[in-house]
């Protein structure tokens, strides 16, 4: 028994057995809760652990609406144009869903491990889309090709160090997404949503980010007047 703003408080503590996980845990205890009548000015107050999560969930939105702006503002600058930003922040939904897709095949909760993983899952797939379109840019300054042949020149050239990347990220971070050790189920969230949403972000990041860059890049291009279209001809 403790006292908390000079109110009696009985903290009822416990621990999860193997193979449960807090939403799990929080729903049953709410149901348990639920049909017990207390007693007259005794009132339940919610625990740390849901309120924290509940918490989390409502500035989820929030913050990653916040941080997606932040990441544009910057590259907008960066590369003094909003189709470059654009076309690199086509990676995030891919990369999001594929997290999200992970979640509920797993049936894992969403807490602060999982926006951890969020977020670490957003930069290395921002990344890669990053020197793709980078290299892009780079030989269509040198050769004043086509988007579409920049692009062709440009994908081959980062496939490598993309897959390594990938590849590498995804082998490091599949024991944490199985959950193997002791303690290993607090980061198992994180595991999944990075070895789920990189695993499909980078697979259609090689074939939706070209196309939508030599889109982009073609419909930006102006039109040549009808006066100079025939005095070129």
């Known amino acids: 028994?403790?006292?908390?703003?000079?109110?009696?408080?009985?903290?009822?503590?416990?621990?999860?057995?193997?193979?449960?996980?807090?939403?799990?845990?929080?729903?049953?205890?709410?149901?348990?809760?639920?049909?017990?009548?207390?007693?007259p000015g005794v009132i339940r107050l919610p625990s740390y652990a849901g309120e924290s999560n509940r918490q989390i969930q409502q500035s989820l939105k929030t913050l990653g609406g916040?941080?997606?702006?932040?990441?544009?503002?910057?590259?907008?600058?960066?590369?003094?144009?909003?189709?470059?930003?654009?076309?690199?922040?086509?990676?995030?939904?891919?990369?999001?869903?594929?997290?999200?897709?992970?979640?509920?095949?797993?049936?894992?909760?969403?807490?602060?491990?999982?926006?951890?993983?969020?977020v670490l899952l957003v930069g290395i797939v921002v990344n890669n889309a990053i020197i793709l379109v980078e290299l892009a840019n780079q030989i269509r300054d040198r050769t004043r090709c086509s988007p579409t042949q920049a692009m062709v020149e440009a994908a081959p050239q980062r496939l490598r160090p993309i897959?390594?990347?990938?590849?590498?990220?995804?082998?490091?971070?599949?024991?944490?997404?199985?959950?193997?050790?002791?303690?290993?189920?607090?980061?198992?969230?994180?595991?999944i949503v990075v070895f789920s949403g990189l695993s499909l972000a980078t697979g259609l990041t090689l074939f939706v980010i070209p196309c939508f860059y030599t889109l982009l890049h073609r419909e930006a291009q102006p039109v040549p007047s009808m006066a100079k279209q025939r005095m070129d001809g």
């Open 66 to 118: 916040l941080a997606i702006f932040l990441v544009f503002a910057v590259m907008a600058v960066q590369y003094n144009t909003l189709i470059d930003p654009l076309v690199i922040l086509l990676t995030v939904p891919l990369a999001l869903t594929g997290g999200i897709w992970g979640l509920f095949i797993t049936q894992t909760p969403i807490g602060a491990t999982v926006v951890v993983g969020a």
């Open 1 to 39: 028994m403790q006292r908390i703003d000079q109110r009696q408080v009985f903290i009822i503590e416990g621990s999860l057995n193997e193979e449960a996980t807090l939403g799990e845990a929080l729903v049953e205890a709410d149901q348990i809760l639920a049909a017990v009548d207390l007693p």
């Open 163 to 191: 897959l390594m990347t990938t590849i590498t990220t995804v082998l490091g971070l599949f024991p944490l997404a199985l959950g193997l050790g002791e303690g290993s189920e607090f980061l198992q969230p994180m595991g």
